[in-house]
DNA sequence: TATTGCAATGAGTGTATACTCACTGAGTGT
DNA sequence: ACACTCAGTGAGTATACACTCATTGCAATA
């Protein structure tokens, strides 16, 4: 074996756990999964999962910010440059669809988890901010959208976004929120951004 | 003592211990609050609650349904008749900010609560949907308000509404969330209804 | 080959919390 | 006055978890 296979063996359990404790938190909720779930889904011992991560909210933690830096990483690829409104929130719509599970549970637990949970809660839905303030400083320049401020048209969004991803099994049953309902509050939203035409322009 | 008075005492300690519930609640949270600490907030025994309340998930349903009565009552209160859209968001506003810390713990543990609750959380918020649709109809038949679809107004002002309830503490840290931001969320959701004037009318 | 280091194990511990039940004593009807 | 009913009590039980640690056995090193 080469000299690393130990340590490699290691960092492999622990991505393994990482993983498992994804799946297990996108198929179950988040506070209603036990380290011991975990554990089994991985298909190590319980105390295997002490060894990697001290506590169950470290180990939460990480793969809350894991998933947050796929998110970003997923957004800087799809939001091209001298895109307008629209695109922006079409890719954002689009990563939360690829993502719907998980993020419909940080969603659901997000309030009641640690507060450093909570930071990058924040933060995550706080990337889109940077690229919707300069598609809409781009918009409202060639007046193709109305002058609004950025932060009532980002929490208006990510509000309505979290409300129905909160709400997906009434909303949607069985299915994506995002597939059924996400091009229907994109056209309403863009709908509530046009310009007021003047009386007699 | 009137013939009574036993059944009256009952009933007496009943009240009490859905108006501890409520404020416990409200104070620490649902998902924080034990039936210990709403017993001791009674001042009552601890097994007194189980007296009353055979499960603590059946006290809790029942200290949402009565607030929802409360709720659905303060409601047609305050909307008059031949009110306009404008009118019903400022009444729902103030009705929530009434009530804005037990309803922001609604909105924070709601998705995770049983059923029966959940449910009763979807028929609160419902609540304003029959007299939004009239005040809806009728600016838009007057031609105040550009014509949009009930459930997506009622959606995305909910849906908002709760984002800033469930994060209050970043909000407005220490204060009403609702008296700091909600005049500027209904402006905006009024000028997002502002009808499109035609070009040269 | 012998020795050491360390990832992995899983039965065991501690704690939090919902819920029970045998008992108490004051109110009620005769 | 007496027996009976029943709201109220609180120590006790059951369960579900997160987390521990003495032990194991394989791989790295001498």
Redesign the interface.
Known sequence: MAASSRKEQKEHTRELLLESALQEFSRK?I?ATTTVDIARAAGVAHGTLFLHFPTRDDLLVRVISDFGLRIGREFKRLSREGGGVREILRAHLDIVQEYESFYAQLV?????LPVDARNDI?LIQSGIAYYLKKALARDIGEKSVRP??VH?LL??W???????L??RD?FAPGQSVIATHGQ??LD?FM??L?P??????
Chains 1, 2 share one sequence.
């Open positions: 909720g506070s659901i637990a997000g309030p009641l924040f609004v401020p009532l929490n208006t990510i509000g309505t976004l979290n409300y129905y909160a709400n009434k229907e509050l309403y709908s509530n046009e007021f035409r003047k009386e007699r322009e």
